[in-house]
């Protein structure tokens, strides 16, 4: 029988298990920023904490928005437990965002709706709801106001839009929201 010893002071023995802390920290972080590539393209990057009127004003900004400096309307809504269909479309657009209004069932949102100044291509009325649960936004859309308008994601679209990915639904999609 062969026994071997190695004598390792103390000090070693703390500088492996730093160095093994640091390396996990770092394969940590670079997983993080690695996995940020894949966020949807109308998901905003930069300000996501909306505490206050102002965040949530620069928040629509980052998106090209210019709005009224105050919300239009402010009110609790409550995401249905049993969703309808119609409730479920929105969601799809939620989702083509990086939100999912479905993880928030039963739970009660803010709901800040902000008039749109600079929508393209149009002279129509314009709003940008912010769907808000502990001072972080979890949902929204813009939309027209006329009764049959459109809605879409945060992103600005080039032109006044006709039709396809745009939801049509507003009004409907308010009433599921209560």
């Given at each position: 029988?062969?026994?071997?010893?190695?004598?390792?002071?103390?000090?070693?023995?703390?500088?492996?298990?730093?160095?093994?802390?640091?390396?996990?920290?770092?394969?940590?972080?670079c997983?993080?920023?690695?996995?940020?590539?894949?966020?949807?393209p109308?998901?905003?990057?930069?300000?996501?904490?909306v505490?206050?009127?102002?965040?949530?004003?620069?928040?629509?900004?980052?998106?090209?928005?210019?709005?009224?400096?105050?919300?239009?309307?402010?009110?609790?809504?409550?995401?249905?437990?049993?969703?309808?269909?119609?409730?479920?479309?929105?969601?799809?657009?939620?989702?083509?965002q990086?939100?999912?209004?479905?993880?928030?069932?039963?739970?009660?949102?803010?709901?800040?709706?902000?008039?749109?100044?600079?929508?393209?291509?149009?002279?129509?009325?314009?709003?940008?709801?912010?769907?808000?649960?502990?001072?972080?936004?979890?949902?929204?859309?813009?939309?027209?106001?006329?009764?049959?308008?459109?809605?879409?994601?945060?992103?600005?679209?080039?032109?006044?839009?006709?039709?396809?990915?745009?939801?049509?639904e507003?009004?409907?999609?308010?009433?599921?929201l209560?």
């Amino acid at each position: 029988m062969v026994i071997m010893t190695a004598k390792v002071s103390k000090r070693k023995i703390l500088l492996i298990g730093l160095l093994i802390i640091l390396a996990v920290v770092l394969l940590i972080t670079c997983l993080k920023k690695s996995s940020g590539s894949d966020t949807p393209p109308d998901t905003a990057e930069e300000i996501t904490e909306v505490a206050t009127n102002e965040a949530r004003v620069a928040f629509l900004e980052q998106f090209g928005w210019e709005v009224q400096v105050e919300p239009v309307q402010t009110q609790q809504v409550r995401v249905p437990e049993d969703p309808s269909e119609v409730f479920l479309r929105y969601n799809d657009l939620q989702q083509s965002q990086g939100y999912d209004l479905l993880s928030y069932s039963g739970k009660t949102l803010t709901r800040y709706v902000y008039q749109i100044t600079n929508y393209p291509g149009s002279d129509g009325v314009y709003f940008a709801t912010l769907l808000i649960y502990n001072d972080s936004v979890v949902g929204g859309d813009v939309a027209s106001s006329r009764q049959n308008g459109v809605m879409h994601g945060f992103s600005m679209p080039a032109a006044q839009p006709s039709s396809g990915a745009f939801f049509s639904e507003s009004e409907e999609i308010s009433e599921n929201l209560s």
